[in-house]
């Protein structure tokens, strides 16, 4: 008789549940959004964009060039001194209220878009990015008439216009950070969406017509890096908000230096999850699962190096890899799809590449027996163990869903491991000793760390790293001082 208590006896297959894109309508061309209308680029240049899950063209979408962004920037610098600078924050909350609102209304569409362009499973658009994104908007609406309380015995003021640069793991999210916040204290701005998931930000844009958003608060320029390059040496930009890799984060960072422009970055990570012997083990493995298999590992905070205390490593181990076998890997449009594709062939190949240095540095590789996709993006959850703190896959991001395991038998031993990385922007500790999360939380030099827990968002908390993770807050009363000059004692 099958014994349904062991593992790997009985398998259970889903039936397919495929999400409808029935809900999503798409152009064949998109131009620029800038002045509130849509325009033809200047640069005349047009790219395509695909379903990473399946290689389909979705839309040709609009590169903007130098010229471009040169009428995005004096289009949002108009609607600054024409009118939005001046509004009471009472009615800048009214839009934000709006735009939220609408983006409840149409979150399904924006799911299934951003699932189709980005290849992220739609149970996760759907029931993490956009109710997050539209709970941006509320709490920053309600932060817009309350500025003067914010920042006790200082008065806000905007800073003018800010040039916004995001990156493919979280569009709608990212944008929803970028413009909620400089919105709520009264700045316009300039958005540039990756090149490879520009069609949320796109759909957005009818968001804002349908708020009735005034024109050129909001202007949005698609395009690649260069777009991206022409919008931080802009002139006429007061701040640079930016979300990517630490690479460009630090050739932005010394661009900017001496030209008085603002600059926030939120940049790459490297994060421990921490397991100690004492912990919940069911619990944290359905944490560390979480943590790094989570949108592909497409998640800068991503508990990418499992420290786990040696006493309990097999077994971590051993119900990590049990678990792993379950997860369903394939059509991110499936409702059941824990793991769905890669963003792009490029990223696919930086994680390939990474995976055999693991393996040619000497590390042990477990991968469950998926069958992938023929078509589209894909890679296995892959786990390593017997790795070093010296091998490239503990020290590299490798932004894909790949688990590098290493040991620790104290605590000290712990933070001096997870403190091991010129990142700084998460961690998670498992234990159930209260006193041992606020010792670790004190040590780990990390700008979140996550107890019996891991990748919890809100918008009231702040999250944002130090070190090579970059500086400055994005979300809560913390997000709102980026984008003010705060005067007075
Ligand atoms: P990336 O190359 O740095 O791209 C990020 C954004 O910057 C994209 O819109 C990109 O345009 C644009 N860009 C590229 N080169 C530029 C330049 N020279 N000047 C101005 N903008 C430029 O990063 P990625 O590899 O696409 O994204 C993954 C990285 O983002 C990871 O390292 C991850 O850790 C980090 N990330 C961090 C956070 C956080 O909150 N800390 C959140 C998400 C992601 P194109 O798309 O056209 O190249
Ligand atoms: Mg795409």
Redesign the pocket.
Known sequence: MTDLTQPGEFTLEYATAPESTAIVSLRDTYGLFIGGAWVEPRSGSYFPTINPATEEHLATVAEGGAEDIDLAVVAARQAWESGWRDLSGRQRAKYLYRIARLLQERSREFAVLETLDGGKPIKESRDVDLPLAAAHFFHYAGWADKLDYAFAGRRAAPLGVAGQ??????PML?ASWKLAPALATGNTVVL?????TPLTALLLAEVLQDAELPPGVVNIVT???AT??AL?SHPGIDKVA?????G?GK??QAELAGTGKRLTL????KAANIVFEDAALDQAVEGIVNGIWFNQGHV?CAGSRLLVQESVHDLVLDRLTTRLDTLRVGDPLDKNTDIGAINSREQLEKIQELVASGVDEGAEIYQPDCVLPAKGFFHAPTVFTSVSPSHRIARE?I?GPVLSVLTFRTPDEAVEKANNTPYG?SAGVWTEKGSRILWMAERLRAGVVWANTFNQFDPASPFG?YRE??FGREGGRHGLAPYLNLVGA
């Open positions: 640069i995001i990156p493919w793991n979280f990212m540039k969406p990756a090149e490879t395009g690649a890096g991206g390059a931080v930016f979300t990517g890799s630490t460009v050739r932005i939120e940049l790459g990570g800068c991001e932004f922007l790293g993770s970059g």
